[in-house]
């Protein structure tokens, strides 16, 4: 037996929740299908930076009061190793409160699934979805649930699960960065309230994100490296980790448990097909430098729901819409692709040459005003900020 709903959505994380807030209004029968159980899901250990834009949709959505553990970027200091020239963003030079903020994945997890049980969503976990097929109609999901194999006919099925569901159908195209990150977090003797730091080396990025008592750090470098990295004791980390990013912040005194995973630009080749649309991981994945990856999701998620709310019921998923929201994210996601991307590139080596052209445009960035502003509401807001 086939049941059926307006949505599907493939992906209860935080992105594929919020799009399910975002229509809970809506009158439409919504069904979220999430392969874990809550308690996974909650037990991530990460923590997850966002930008001021998120908290702007995430405040719209309800759950942004009942976000505990919120550390605030107010500050964020661009530089590059071995050289003096850097680049401010003030949040107060922006007009706007805070830059962005760094907080426990499990919190956001938390709050959202919470307000979801306040709504007529149909919320099931542990249902992993291991086949999507298309008719005229709609979209037919088989999952498996409670032991038993079930199909569920959407007029619209949305994938925010990373994408698995469609490599060997719809392959994403993957750039290698030849990287991996370590991520941990670590304390410091003379920490800079409310400061990020974004360093770049010819290694990779590193980024230094205030959270609670110290700094949660990603340090990005050659596969062979970083899993050389890994075995490192603690001492010897953090005598590496001084060198490499200087006495800014004072001493590093302590560090976490450490882990690590490949970097990579994976992206889809379309973000819809028959009667499907794809958003965040399933979208595109990116390097985390600057931060962009979980904002451009939250970003699709508010957008398609703003399409879905004009769409009438009997069209949702049509070649209509479906194109609506394809073109209303072109821009914006073909932007912050290529910002993390460039910055990646153009950063991450030791030639000669572009060292002293970054080095340049790192200190003349610091000195216009506008400049700063451009580059700080495209980190905010992204391109259609």
Same mark, same amino acid.
Not at 1 to 20: H, R, W, Y
Not at 207 to 228: F, N, S
Not at 264 to 282: M, V
């Given at each position: 037996?086939?049941?059926?709903? %307006?949505? !599907?959505?493939?992906?209860?994380?935080?992105?594929?929740?919020?799009?399910?807030l975002a229509l809970r209004e809506s009158g439409l029968n919504i069904v979220v299908l999430e392969a874990?159980?809550?308690?996974?899901?909650?037990?991530?250990?990460?923590?997850? !930076?966002?930008?001021?834009?998120?908290?702007?949709?995430?405040?719209?959505?309800?759950?942004?009061? *009942?976000?505990?553990?919120?550390?605030?970027?107010?500050?964020?200091?661009?530089?590059?190793? +071995?050289?003096?020239?850097?680049?401010?963003?003030?949040?107060?030079?922006?007009?706007?409160?805070?830059?962005?903020?760094?907080?426990?994945?499990?919190?956001?997890?938390?709050?959202?699934?919470? !307000?979801?049980?306040?709504?007529?969503?149909?919320?099931?976990?542990?249902?992993?979805?291991?086949?999507? %097929? *298309? +008719?005229?109609?709609?979209?037919?999901?088989?999952?498996?649930?409670?032991?038993?194999?079930? #199909?569920?006919?959407?007029?619209?099925?949305?994938?925010?699960?990373?994408? #698995?569901?469609? =490599?060997?159908?719809? $392959?994403?195209?993957?750039?290698?960065?030849?990287?991996?990150?370590?991520?941990?977090?670590?304390?410091? @003797?003379? $920490?800079?309230?409310?400061? /990020?730091? =974004? *360093?770049?080396?010819?290694?990779?990025?590193?980024?230094?994100?205030?959270?609670?008592?110290?700094?949660?750090?990603?340090?990005?470098?050659?596969?062979?490296?970083?899993?050389?990295?890994?075995?490192? %004791? +603690? &001492?010897?980390?953090?005598?590496?980790?001084?060198?490499?990013?200087?006495?800014?912040?004072?001493?590093?005194?302590?560090?976490?448990?450490?882990?690590?995973?490949?970097?990579?630009?994976?992206?889809?080749? %379309?973000?819809?097909?028959?009667?499907?649309?794809?958003?965040?991981? /399933? &979208?595109?994945?990116?390097?985390?430098?600057?931060?962009?990856?979980?904002?451009?999701?939250?970003?699709? /998620?508010?957008?398609? &729901?703003?399409?879905?709310?004009? @769409?009438?019921?009997?069209?949702?998923?049509?070649?209509?819409?479906?194109?609506?929201?394809?073109?209303?994210?072109?821009?914006?996601?073909?932007?912050?692709?290529?910002?993390?991307?460039?910055?990646?590139?153009?950063?991450?080596?030791?030639?000669?040459?572009?060292?002293?052209?970054?080095?340049?445009?790192?200190?003349?960035?610091?000195?216009?005003?506008?400049?700063?502003?451009?580059?700080?509401?495209?980190?905010?807001?992204?391109?259609?900020?």
């Open positions: 037996m086939t049941e059926n709903c %307006d949505i !599907a959505i493939i992906g209860g994380g935080p992105v594929g929740s919020a799009l399910a874990r159980k809550i308690q996974e899901q909650t037990a991530d250990p990460r923590a997850l !930076a966002i930008s001021y834009g998120s908290r702007l949709l995430l405040d719209k959505l309800g759950v942004w009061p *009942h976000i505990e553990q919120v550390t605030p970027i107010r500050t964020i200091r661009v530089s590059q190793k +071995d050289n003096a020239a850097y680049t401010l963003l003030h949040a107060a030079e922006l007009k706007v409160p805070e830059l962005g903020y760094v907080l426990p994945y499990p919190a956001l997890q938390t709050s959202l699934h919470q !307000a979801l049980l306040h709504t007529a969503v149909t919320y099931l976990e542990s249902a992993a979805v291991s086949r999507l %097929d *298309h +008719d005229a109609d709609g979209a037919t999901l088989t999952y498996q649930y409670e032991a038993t194999e079930r #199909k569920l006919h959407a007029r619209l099925a949305v994938l925010a699960d990373g994408g #698995k569901l469609l =490599e060997t159908s719809h $392959p994403p195209k993957i750039s290698e960065y030849g990287q991996s990150a370590v991520i941990a977090h670590i304390t410091c @003797t003379a $920490p800079q309230t409310a400061t /990020a730091f =974004e *360093h770049f080396t010819a290694q990779g990025p590193f980024a230094l994100l205030p959270y609670m008592d110290g700094y949660e750090i990603v340090w990005t470098g050659a596969h062979a490296q970083v899993q050389e990295m890994l075995q490192w %004791d +603690d &001492a010897t980390f953090l005598a590496e980790l001084q060198q490499h990013f200087g006495d800014a912040v004072g001493t590093f005194a302590s560090v976490g448990k450490r882990s690590s995973f490949p970097l990579r630009l994976k992206r889809a080749p %379309d973000t819809t097909f028959a009667h499907t649309a794809l958003i965040g991981n /399933a &979208a595109q994945t990116l390097h985390p430098v600057a931060g962009q990856g979980f904002n451009m999701g939250v970003r699709d /998620a508010w957008e398609l &729901a703003r399409i879905i709310l004009r @769409t009438p019921t009997e069209t949702l998923g049509s070649a209509a819409m479906l194109s609506d929201y394809r073109k209303s994210r072109c821009i914006d996601r073909n932007a912050g692709i290529g910002f993390t991307d460039g910055l990646v590139r153009i950063f991450s080596n030791d030639l000669p040459l572009l060292g002293s052209g970054r080095a340049w445009a790192l200190s003349v960035l610091n000195h216009i005003p506008l400049a700063k502003r451009f580059v700080a509401k495209r980190m905010m807001f992204g391109a259609n900020g």
